[in-house]
């Protein structure tokens, strides 16, 4: 049935909705710029259009290839340096002759880089305490890569478990490499460092040329 407006046929509704569905479909065809419209994926119609997006990907590829450069040359593993037993040795003993030269009694350990006890050695007249402090020492130096004696104004690593910041614990470090710790225990604070300076310089040369 039709609809008369001044006395002329009208469309009917069903088809005049028809027409305006169809008009604005092929307008929002025409607008269109996202990658997803009316149901379709857009693709680029013109030269400038596809000039455009090829830019676009060569931009982010070349922003992305310093990182990926960059990633290559990280390594996956870390090569670490540690004391053979023998050198750990004849760090304690260089270290327990000078002090019993000095007239001290005393106890001498080396650490490695990870804390952890390589040689030790004591003087069976000194006291059992120096069996502890020596070693908890050079654990302090090697865990923090420093001597004792420097951190004595750190009062926040008092509280910090194994560290004993008492003068005499110095860090193995030879030729910018960096080994562990070494400490003595029984003689002078003061004396206790010069002992295990002298446990470092009798493997000076050894570490510094890798002989």
């Not at 419209?37 to 455009?52: A, D, L, S, V």
């Not at 650490?111 to 502890?132: K, W």
């Not at 302090?140 to 910041?165: H, Y």
């Amino acid at each position: 049935m039709d609809y008369t407006v001044g006395g002329a046929p009208s469309p009917t509704p069903a088809r005049y909705n028809h027409q305006i569905s169809s008009t604005c479909s092929a307008e929002l065809h025409s607008r269109c710029t996202h990658s997803k419209c009316c149901g379709k994926f857009f693709k680029p119609t013109t030269i400038e259009e596809q000039m455009k997006i090829k830019s676009l990907v060569s931009t982010i590829l070349l922003c992305c290839l310093p990182l990926l450069a960059f990633a290559e040359k990280i390594p996956a593993t870390m090569n670490l340096e540690a004391l053979a037993p023998h050198i750990a040795n004849k760090m304690v003993v260089a270290a327990l002759e000078d002090c019993t030269k000095r007239g001290y009694k005393v106890s001498a350990a080396v650490v490695g880089r990870d804390g952890n006890l390589m040689a030790f050695l004591r003087n069976p007249l000194s006291g059992p305490h120096t069996i502890e402090v020596s070693q908890k020492k050079a654990y302090s130096s090697a865990t923090l890569q420093a001597p004792t004696s420097s951190m004595k104004s750190r009062p926040d690593l008092n509280f910090a478990p194994g560290l004993l910041l008492i003068v005499g614990g110095l860090p193995i470090s030879v030729a910018g490499k960096f080994y562990g710790g070494i400490a003595v225990a029984g003689a002078l604070p003061e004396i206790d460092e010069e002992c295990a300076k002298t446990g470092i310089k009798a493997v000076e040369e050894i570490l510094e040329f890798g002989e």
